[in-house]
C-alpha cells in the first residue's frame, strides 16, 4: 500500500529557520520582545490560588478547598507534585457552564459536605480560581448559607480567601489564604497581657522544605519555643513508610491559634506577608519584625542577631561556628564567582536574597528579573544593589517574563543563569549554566531538601554556583587548559 503524501500547509525552507534562529538572538528582536505588551511568553509566575493551596498544605489536617474550575486546581496540584514529588491532595467543587451562569453556590455546598464526609479533614481552606472571581460569587454568604443549611457542622473550621489571579501571583495568594487561616484560628484566642513566650515565625512563599528544617534547627539551638506558620516541612517532605498520609504535618490547629500571643513575630518574606503582617501589627503588641530573607551571611546574622535581641539570648556557639565554616567556604570560592555575571528571576522576597548572597561573593546580579510586582520591589532591591559596588549596572526588569529575559541575556550575556526550571530552555538555546533555586524546580530530584537559607545554606548555595561555573570551564574550555586542578 503506498503512503498518501502529506501536503505541507506552509514550507519553512532551512535557510529562514537558520535566520530566524539568528534574528532572536539580535538587539532588533530585543527591542521588539521588550515592546510586547499584551502578551506574556513563559511567565516567571504562578497564579494566586497555587501560593493559597501552599499555605493550606502547611497546616493540621488541613484539605486544600478550590472554588472554581477543575482544569486549574489540576494545574495547582500537578505543579506542586512535581516539584516536590509527592502528593499534593486538594479538592474541587468543579464549577462549569451552569455555576458560570447562577453562581458557584451550589458547587461549593455540594464540595463541602463531599469532602468532609470523604476525607474527614479537621479544616477546609476555601480559596477560589479565576471563574468565580469574575462573576463575583460571594463566600462569606456561601459559607455562612453552608452552616446555616446543616450542610457543614457550624463551628467547622472553614477559613476562606479570595485569590483572583487576573490580579497579583502565587506570592499574593500566599499572603491571603495565611491571613484568612490566621485570622480564623485565632478568632476570641488573644488573652490580653499575656505571652506564651513563643515565636511565631513566618518563612513566607518557600517551597524548600530544607529551610523550614534550617529554621527550627536554628531555632531550636537558641531553645526558643516556635511555631512555624504555614509549616510544609513534613507535609511535602514525609517519610516513606508504606502507608499514605493525607495530611502528614503542618502547624498544629491549636499553636496555630495563639498567634496573637506569642512573644514576638519574625516574617522572612515582606512582599508575600504583606497584609499578613499588617494585620498581625494592628492586632497584637507583640513585636512584629519584618526581615530580609536569610540567604547569605549578612541577612543570616541579620536573623540571628534579631533572634537574640527579642528573646535576651545570646547566639548559641555552634551557630557562630558555622558562621565561620560558611565564611571559609566563601573565602575559598570567591576567585571563581567575583565579577561574574548572573541572570537571576523568580519571587521577589527571594530575588532580594539571592541579590545580597551574590554580592557579598563580589559577583554581579547583571539582569534581576520579577513579574507581577510593583515598584516598591526595585526600590527595596536597589537598596540593596547600592551596598556594593559589584551592584552597579544592573538591570531591574519589572513586570516582565522568560522570553524577555531571554532576549537579555542573548544579547547582553551573562555567566549563569540562577532561578526555576523554567530557564532551561534559555539555558540550552545560549549555553549558559542554569543553576536550579526557586520554584517550580521539575528537572531535577531532592533539591527543596537542601537550604538556602542560614549558613548551612550559604555553603550549599556557593557549592553549587562554583561548580556549575567549573563545570562549564571543563565542558568548553581547550585541551591545553583542561586542567586536574582548578
Ligand atoms: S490564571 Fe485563573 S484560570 Fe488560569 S489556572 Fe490560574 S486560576 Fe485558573
Redesign the pocket.
Known amino acids: 500500500m503506498s503512503e498518501a503524501a502529506v501536503k505541507k500547509v506552509t514550507e519553512t525552507t532551512p535557510e529562514e529557520v537558520a535566520r530566524i534562529k539568528d534574528w532572536i538572538n539580535s538587539e532588533e528582536y530585543k527591542e521588539k520582545n521588550l515592546a510586547r505588551q499584551h502578551l506574556v511568553v513563559n511567565p516567571a509566575h504562578a497564579?494566586?490560588?497555587?501560593g493559597a493551596q501552599l499555605v493550606a498544605h502547611g497546616f493540621e489536617g488541613t484539605l486544600p478547598f478550590v472554588h472554581?474550575?477543575q482544569?486549574?486546581a489540576s494545574?495547582y496540584r500537578s505543579s506542586l507534585n512535581r516539584h516536590f514529588r509527592e502528593p499534593a491532595p486538594a479538592v474541587s467543587d468543579a464549577m462549569t457552564e451552569d455555576g458560570a451562569v447562577f453562581g458557584g453556590q451550589n458547587n461549593l455546598h455540594e464540595g463541602l459536605e463531599n469532602a468532609l464526609a470523604l476525607y474527614h479533614p479537621k479544616m477546609m481552606a476555601v480559596f477560589t480560581?479565576?471563574?468565580p472571581e469574575v462573576i463575583g460569587d460571594d463566600l462569606n454568604a456561601f459559607i455562612q448559607n453552608a452552616r446555616n443549611e446543616g450542610i457543614v457542622p457550624k463551628d467547622f473550621p472553614i477559613p476562606y480567601a479570595n485569590t483572583p489571579?487576573?490580579n497579583g501571583s502565587h506570592v499574593q495568594g500566599y499572603d491571603a489564604m495565611l491571613k484568612a487561616i490566621l485570622q480564623y484560628l485565632s478568632e476570641g484566642k488573644k488573652v490580653e497581657g499575656q505571652d506564651s513566650g513563643r515565636l511565631n515565625l513566618i518563612p513566607g512563599f518557600d517551597t524548600c522544605t530544607g529551610n523550614y528544617r534550617e529554621y527550627a534547627r536554628m531555632l531550636k539551638a537558641f531553645g526558643i519555643p516556635c511555631t512555624v506558620l504555614a509549616d510544609i516541612s513534613e507535609s511535602f517532605d514525609s517519610p516513606l513508610d508504606g502507608t499514605y498520609h493525607p495530611y502528614p504535618g503542618g502547624t498544629p490547629l491549636a499553636e496555630a491559634a495563639e498567634v496573637l500571643n506569642a512573644k514576638a513575630t519574625i516574617s522572612l518574606q515582606a512582599l508575600a506577608t504583606k497584609e499578613t503582617v499588617k494585620w498581625l501589627s494592628a492586632s497584637t503588641e507583640a513585636p512584629v519584625e519584618v526581615l530580609k530573607m536569610p540567604i547569605g551571611v549578612n541577612n543570616t546574622d541579620a536573623l540571628l542577631m534579631k533572634v537574640s535581641e527579642l528573646f535576651g539570648k545570646e547566639v548559641p556557639a555552634e551557630l557562630k561556628a558555622e558562621r565561620g565554616r560558611a565564611v571559609d567556604s566563601m573565602t575559598d570560592a570567591h576567585q571563581y564567582m567575583h565579577n561574574k555575571k548572573f541572570a537571576i528571576y523568580g519571587d521577589p522576597d527571594w530575588l532580594i536574597g539571592m541579590t545580597s548572597f551574590l554580592l557579598e561573593m563580589g559577583a554581579r546580579p547583571h539582569h534581576i528579573l520579577c513579574s507581577r510586582v510593583h515598584k516598591k520591589f526595585s526600590k527595596e532591591i536597589q537598596k540593596v544593589l547600592d551596598s556594593s559596588p559589584y551592584g552597579a549596572d544592573c538591570n531591574i526588569w519589572l513586570n516582565k517574563d522568560l522570553w524577555h529575559l531571554r532576549s537579555l541575556v542573548a544579547t547582553d550575556p551573562v555567566d549563569a543563569l540562577i532561578g526555576n526550571t523554567h530557564g532551561k530552555t534559555i539555558a540550552r538555546d545560549l549555553d549558559i549554566p542554569l543553576i536550579r533555586v526557586g520554584y517550580p524546580i521539575m528537572d531535577r530530584v531532592n533539591i527543596h531538601r537542601y537550604p538556602i537559607v542560614g549558613y548551612q545554606g550559604t555553603i550549599n548555595l556557593v557549592t553549587w554556583i562554583v561548580n556549575s561555573l567549573l563545570d562549564q570551564v571543563d565542558a568548553t574550555c581547550e585541551d591545553r587548559n583542561f586542567e586536574m586542578m582548578r
Open positions: 497564579c494566586q490560588p497555587l472554581g474550575s482544569g486549574c494545574y480560581s479565576c471563574m489571579s487576573f
